[in-house]
């Protein structure tokens, strides 16, 4: 798992050394992960121009489907008035290099965000350190593909409640379903600062 590679390798030694089963190698994690970076590098590079056709979806509620309804009885459908003016297309028409560069982009923000920390820590790491690459290779795995972002709490969620023996614990995560909803795409709320690359306070 590439979120290995967050961890302190000294906390890793001392789970090896008192005998916590361990099996984790920094050295072939890295591996991987470069790999998989190689890897989505020549796939972005080499579909850019692929057409992928046209997808046509059409999912509408009820609610919905009754406003529309209302407002067509409202407009005077029957007009026999000659309208020069050129409909809209029924789809969205997305270049696939579009596509492909705003993935590259995506996947290089979290890659830097988790290089750039890595590449700043000293021999141990630090708790703040820790998280922050967590977060960044979780996000990662999230950005790009078809995983159900809604099933990973850390980056979906704001605040959560879970219960822990007779008590309950308050959680916090990132937030993205609060800009998904708003904007049509997910991105932190501010208690991540981008300009410190830190958990901003009183979050971290």
Known sequence: VAENLALDPGYIRSLQQQGGGATFSENVCKGSYLHSKGRA?????????????????????????????????????????????????????????????????????????????????????????????????????????SSMLYRESLLYKDRWEQRRGQGLVVKEGLGMRETLEKCGIGWFLPKFSWPTRRLAQPHG
């Open 41 to 145: 590098f020549s796939n972005l590079r080499d579909n850019q121009r692929r057409s992928y056709g046209i997808r046509e979806e059409h999912r509408v509620s009820l609610t919905m489907m009754d406003e529309i309804l209302t407002q067509w009885d409202e407009w005077d459908l029957y007009d026999d008035s000659i309208d020069d003016a050129r409909p809209p297309l029924p789809y969205y028409i997305v270049p696939s290099q579009e596509l492909f560069g705003f993935l590259c982009a995506q996947i290089n923000k979290y890659c830097f965000l988790f290089e750039h920390t890595l590449a700043h820590t000293a021999r141990t790491y630090s708790l703040p350190e820790t998280m922050v690459m967590v977060i960044a290779l979780r996000a990662l795995r999230f950005c790009y593909g």
